[in-house]
T-cell receptor, first 111, second 116 residues
């Protein structure tokens, strides 16, 4: 069964703080992809980053970075120097033949 | 192509009525997904099409729900005999089958259904 767990329901930080969003997944497939999406108050889901199951190299893209560890089935996402505009709900998604989402983490960045 | 389009954006209906939503995916995308999202929850998978074939259907989808994608382009989601528990945002997403499963899905803005 495919499952995605985001244990953090809500996180609140002050602007310029770094924040890490946790994601743990379950799948029996050996080939899969992991994505992070952002859902701002407007409601539309926006793609942020992806990682495939064969590449555990962690990367940085602007203020975003991610830590993928197959040994712990985790795909954590970090925003560096957070900004008020980062306030949104963030979803982790597992893609095999279909797409499954976690319950989301609501991030509030206060000025 | 401006992205995934969903119509209507909002729908208010009386309990017991039937409703139909439409999704127009990005034109070259052969994979189409329907999700339901309630307040404070992540998108819950409902069903998935590859071209015109409905490949998977969630157990969440009771027999009151049906989805079609007759020509492998747009899709419709119909809910018969609506119940108040059907009130939610219904999201459609599409992605290309090119390049395997690496491609991200693009989401529409959703149809918000309110059953009164």
């Amino acid at each position: 069964a495919q499952k995605v767990t985001q244990a953090q329901t809500e996180i609140s930080v002050v602007e310029k703080e770094d924040v890490t969003l946790d994601c743990v997944y379950e799948t029996r497939d050996t080939t899969y992809y992991l994505f992070w999406y952002k859902q701002p108050p407007s409601g539309e889901l926006v793609f942020l980053i992806r990682r495939n199951s064969f590449d555990e190299q962690n990367e940085i893209s602007g203020r975003y970075s991610w830590n993928f560890q197959k040994s712990t089935s985790s795909f954590n996402f970090t925003i560096t120097a957070s900004q008020v505009v980062d306030s949104a709900v963030y979803f982790c998604a597992l893609i095999t033949y279909d797409m499954r989402f976690g319950a989301g983490t609501r991030l509030t960045v206060k000025p | 192509d401006t992205g995934v389009s969903q119509n209507p954006r909002h729908k208010i209906t009386k309990r017991g009525q039937n409703v139909t939503f439409r999704c127009d995916p990005i034109s070259e995308h052969n994979r189409l997904y329907w999700y339901r999202q309630t307040l404070g929850q992540g998108p819950e998978f409902l069903t998935y099409f590859q071209n015109e074939a409905q490949l998977e259907k969630s157990r969440l989808l009771s027999d009151r729900f049906s989805a079609e994608r007759p020509k492998g382009s747009f899709s419709t989601l119909e809910i018969q005999r609506t119940e108040q528990g059907d009130s939610a945002m219904y999201l459609c997403a599409s992605r290309t089958g090119q390049g395997g499963v690496n491609t991200e899905a693009f989401f529409g803005q959703g149809t918000r259904l309110t059953v009164v």
